[in-house]
């Protein structure tokens, strides 16, 4: 069973940075596709960035674009949400989602597993 672990989130001043890291078990990386959602308080959950099983990368949030990077160690079965420049818009809580589908997509519902998800603020 894919089991799926988010840390690295925490209370962050703005213009600061976290790197999120969400580690996967029960299943090898190289064959999932890889989705960071997040969701703030009274809002909808919103797909962030992705990366696939083939390792292309997709973005999925304008306000988000030139401050945060995905990338993923196949060796560490983990990947990573690098995050800079945070804005207080930013704070939600942070998801990793995962599939075996080929694709990305910016869709909760295309991805079977998730994690706890972390919890990130921004606030001064």
């Known amino acids: 069973q894919l089991q799926l672990v988010e840390s690295g989130g925490g209370l962050v001043q703005p213009g600061g940075s976290l790197r999120l890291s969400c580690a996967a078990s029960?299943?090898?990386?190289?064959?999932?596709?890889i989705g960071w959602f997040r969701q703030a308080p009274g809002k909808e959950r919103e797909g962030v960035l992705c990366i696939s099983r083939r390792g292309g990368t997709a973005n999925y949030a304008d306000s988000v674009q030139g401050r945060f990077t995905i990338s993923r160690d196949n060796a560490k079965n983990t990947v990573y949400l690098q995050m800079n420049s945070l804005k207080p818009e930013d704070t939600a809580v942070y998801y990793c989602?995962?599939?075996?589908?080929?694709?990305?997509?910016?869709?909760?519902?295309?991805?079977?597993?998730w994690g706890q998800g972390t919890q990130v603020t921004v606030s001064s």
């Open positions: 029960g299943f090898t990386l190289d064959y999932l596709t």
């Open positions: 989602a995962a599939d075996l589908k080929s694709y990305c997509s910016d869709s909760p519902g295309w991805y079977k597993y």
